[in-house]
């Protein structure tokens, strides 16, 4: 990369960086009216058990709908893109030059003020609505696929498979909250919280997209050979979701639904629940494959046909 792209990339930085240039989040005073979270994404709220009991049910469960979001962005910033950041910055990624580590550090930075930013956002919504988080998650359905998907991995594949992952990662992550933020339904604290983070994480999504590109072209065949073969599988577990709906369950048990409404409530709305996730797992399935054909991934669909033309050779 040219010295002035660079200079533009870290003037970029300084400029727009939200945790250079954002104010505090202050999250008002709580209305049960307002909307905290898409109703479009919780299937149980439209239910009529649901609707029958009013507004302050409906608001406990969007809250408890966000506070989860929250900490799986939390997570996944902390746990993982930051960890892969670090690795970026300490050379256990090979190719790795030292703007590529500046950048690194940018990334680092961002993402703890992300978490930061929506740890204060629940902190100040349970002091104002009384809403206290039914579990707070250490780990989420995400970073558990990854970390089984990179259990199977011979050890010296594990740090490409882990930028592989940020990168397919941080693309997911960054449509979600846009989608988020241009939800209009919903409360201007949180629309503010989506776009503020919007801003950084398209810059992370085109840098660790651009270092992928770079870092495919270098690997060893059998390590390109072996991620293509797994990313189908892999893409399927990282975009699942829990189908025993678990903690809609345990929301409903809190809104003190017995045992038995519980249930009635979860198999009446299974089919929206299903629908609801597979359209946007369709979705974002298309957009990772656009993102992998431009890293250089083939579609597995064709290389399956290669190896074969290959073998037949
Ligand atoms: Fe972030
Ligand atoms: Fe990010």
Not at 37 to 52: K, S
Not at 132 to 154: C, G
Not at 223 to 244: C, E, K
Request: glycine share 4%; aromatic share 8%; with cysteine.
């Amino acid at each position: 990369m040219l010295i002035a792209e660079q200079n533009d990339l870290t003037n970029h930085w300084y400029q727009r960086a939200t945790v250079r240039h954002t104010p505090r989040i202050i999250v008002p005073d709580y209305s049960d009216e307002e909307l905290i979270y898409p109703l479009a994404r919780c299937a149980v709220c439209d239910h009529p058990m649901i609707l029958a009991r009013g507004q302050a049910t409906r608001a406990f469960i969007l809250a408890q709908a966000a506070y989860q979001f929250l900490y799986g962005v939390g997570l996944l910033e902390t746990k993982f893109v930051i960890q892969c950041s670090l690795a970026l910055l300490h050379h256990e990624i090979p190719g790795i030059d030292e703007f590529a580590r500046l950048q690194a550090l940018t990334v680092v930075i961002d993402e703890g003020y992300h978490a930061h930013v929506a740890l204060d956002y629940i902190i100040q919504m349970q002091a104002r609505s009384g809403i206290v988080p039914l579990q707070v998650p250490q780990s989420n359905h995400k970073l558990d696929a990854a970390a089984r998907a990179s259990a199977t991995l011979p050890e010296a594949m594990r740090a490409d498979f882990q930028l592989l992952a940020v990168t397919l990662a941080e693309n997911v992550l960054t449509d979600e909250i846009a989608n988020l933020g241009r939800d209009k339904g919903l409360a201007q604290t949180f629309t503010t919280l989506m776009m503020d983070h919007v801003r950084d994480e398209g810059r992370h999504s085109n840098y660790f997209a651009d270092l992928m590109k770079a870092r495919w072209a270098h690997m060893p065949q059998a390590t390109r050979d072996r991620f293509t073969a797994m990313l189908p599988d892999y893409l399927d577990d990282f975009l699942g979701t829990d189908p025993s709906r678990s903690f809609e369950r345990k929301i409903l048990r809190a809104c003190e639904f017995s045992p038995a409404e519980t249930e009635r409530i979860i198999d009446e709305t299974q089919g929206e629940f299903q629908a609801l996730h597979d359209q946007l797992t369709a979705k974002t399935k298309i957009r990772l494959d656009r993102l992998l054909r431009q890293i250089g991934v083939p579609d597995p669909a064709n290389a399956d046909s290669a190896a074969a033309l290959d073998a037949a050779v």
